[in-house]
């Protein structure tokens, strides 16, 4: 049941050394444990980090003035740190296990009908495929034989077959066939791959983890915008590399898209960037949701603010309804489907749609123009969220201690640390607001590139970089969407294809003009050429946008 409640307005201090009770509520049984004395200096940090900030303010009074220094001030602006049952050495802890929840798997339109497709959560790794009569399947991505990877295998008459060996399996994991058995041998029970449970819900294949629970099909989301009449929604997919957690902060944080995302479309300008309200209105074992707006737009006629929810696993859905000068009620949506693929990677599945019909200039506006300024969106942000992944694995504190959030613009980030708090015990990683679980591989880090070498690498298409002819590489766009969405792809291989044509044709034409004596084939001829070579320039410019990084002009390149 949703709890309302609102947020702790005042911070109480600690004033005793001694062993404080800590309170784990589970949905059975209230355990009470007492922490060793050397523990209550984590619960002090609160007021060092309040000298810290004092300390600073001081400096920078007297160095330029003007900035108080009271811890009132302070308590104004700052969400705060530690809550009334944090002091008291309370912690909430509720049942969860990370297996008994769908994740968000693949777009279905953008399974690929003739190979088998490797995709990981967390740290387990799947293989999904279509087998002979169109139906979606999924396996543990290893052979029962020698752990080859069954993803990079075939589809062989509709069974999928390892191409070490030639192992087939159908859609239920049964081995069918091994060509090294004997004529007269039996294929071994345990010759089987492991199979997953999947579900195709509104254009999304969702897995269920769990090999020892049946699956809950009340836990799939179920998204109602989507289902209204004249609901049109742009969907595509982006690997990222940093942690899934951060990715949800990031698609949590409005604050950051003024600044960060600066007239990369018409509806982010820097000068905008302000203060914010949030409203929290539920609070539940599975996550939270409240309203949300720009703090000047509050009060105005007919002003409807930004609803936000978030749901376990990783689902986070920002709507909003606007009435129109006509009265009529249109429903805008922001889906997040944000999968775990290891520690340091995420996979991301962005989904915007409303109700209201494109006009003017927006009717034409391809869908593959707006996947590839969706990627651009993710560039600009992956230079510091990656580098905010490799620094909470090197500091290993929770985010309490490293983050300073701001009431006006990051009560949302709290509010789902402080949730990882609660349900991190049944992840393989996590990293709360006032605990963190680390995972046992280091996290993989990968900065956005910049320079000319990385720029000119990322213009290949078809290649990993400089020296890696074919071999897939994650700070490439092509790698990160255009490889998983079959739209961009077919668009990019269709520019690919006119822009040969148009150079055999300019060509061509150029030769003809050299041999040609008159006068007027002569200009026709090069007029064509001239035609080809700028459908050529335009072609190569649709290419690089899809495939090429957006690197910031501002860097020293």
């Known amino acids: 049941m949703a709890l309302q409640q609102p947020f702790l307005s005042e911070l109480l201090h600690l004033t005793s050394k001694r062993s404080l009770p800590i309170t784990l509520t589970t949905r059975s049984t209230i355990l009470s444990l007492h922490l060793p004395q050397k523990h209550n200096l984590y619960l002090h940090n609160k ?45 909430e802890i509720v049942g969860y296990d990370w297996t008994e929840e769908w994740y968000p798997l693949y777009l279905t339109k953008n399974v690929p009908d003739d190979a088998p497709l490797g995709l990981t959560v967390f740290d387990k790794q799947v293989v999904l495929y279509k087998d ?7 396996f543990e991505d290893r052979c029962p034989h020698r752990l080859a990877k069954l993803s990079e295998g075939q589809l062989y008459d509709g069974k999928l077959e390892c191409l070490y060996h030639g192992w087939q399996f159908e859609g239920d994991g049964k081995c069918v066939k091994i060509p090294q058995l004997p004529e007269n041998a039996r294929i071994p029970r345990s010759a089987c791959a492991k199979k997953y449970e999947i579900r195709d819900s509104q254009g999304v294949v969702w897995i269920w983890m769990s090999q020892r629970t049946p699956p809950n099909i009340n836990k799939i989301p179920w998204f ?13 997919t982006h690997e990222l590399p940093y942690d899934h957690s951060i990715l949800l902060e990031n698609l949590m944080d409005p604050a950051h898209v003024p600044i960060s995302h600066d007239r990369t479309d018409f509806t982010a300008k820097r000068e905008d960037a302000g203060p914010l309200f949030f409203e929290v209105t539920e609070r539940t074992n599975r996550g939270f949701a409240g309203w949300w707006g720009k703090e000047k737009d509050q009060g105005k006629a007919n002003y409807t603010p930004n609803f936000l929810r978030f749901e376990a696993p990783c689902v986070l859905h920002n709507s909003r309804e606007i009435v129109d000068e006509n009265g009529e009620k249109h429903y805008f949506s922001g889906l997040f489907l944000c999968r775990p693929s290891g520690q340091g990677k995420s996979m991301l599945i962005v989904r915007f749609g409303n109700t209201r019909k494109r006009t003017g200039i927006l009717k034409f506006i391809p869908n593959w123009f707006l996947h590839q300024n969706a990627g651009k969106v993710f560039e600009q942000d992956m230079g510091f969220l990656s580098s905010q992944n490799e620094i909470l694995m090197k500091e290993k504190v929770p985010t309490k201690k490293l983050y300073l959030n701001l009431k006006s613009s990051d009560t949302w980030v ?11 015990h049944g992840m393989p990683y996590h990293f709360g607001h006032s605990t963190i679980y680390l995972p046992q591989q280091p996290a993989v880090v990968e900065h956005a590139p910049a320079g000319f070498v990385a720029n000119f690498s990322a213009a290949q298409p078809a290649k990993g970089g400089i020296g890696g002819m074919y071999a897939p590489n ?5 790698f990160r969407h255009v490889v998983h969405c079959k739209d961009c792809r077919n668009v990019v291989k269709a520019f690919e294809t006119w822009k040969k044509a148009l150079s055999f044709v300019a060509v061509v034409s150029t030769a003809l003009a050299i041999l040609v004596s008159g006068r007027q084939w002569k200009a026709l001829l090069l007029l064509s050429t001239s ?7 335009a072609c190569s410019t649709a290419i690089a946008m899809n495939t090429t990084n957006f690197i910031r002009i501002h860097r020293r390149l």
């Not at 007021?47 to 920078?60: D, F, G, P, V």
């Not at 002979?132 to 999924?138: A, D, P, T, V, W």
């Not at 989507?226 to 595509?236: P, Q, V």
């Open 47 to 91: 007021q060092l980090k309040k000298q810290e900030r004092i300390s600073c303010y001081a400096i920078a009074e007297n160095i330029g003035g003007g900035i108080s220094s009271s811890e009132n001030d302070d308590q104004s602006v700052l969400l705060e740190n530690s809550s009334l049952e944090e002091l008291r050495g309370q912690r």
């Open 224 to 236: 109602e915008n989507f289902e209204r009449e004249g609901f049109r929604d742009i969907s595509t």
């Open 414 to 424: 709290a509010e789902y640390r402080k949730w990882m708090d609660k349900v991190g």
């Open 474 to 478: 994650p700070a490439n766009r092509y």
């Open 132 to 138: 002979g009569s169109g139906e979606l399947r999924c």
């Open 531 to 537: 035609l080809c070579l700028a459908g050529i320039y």
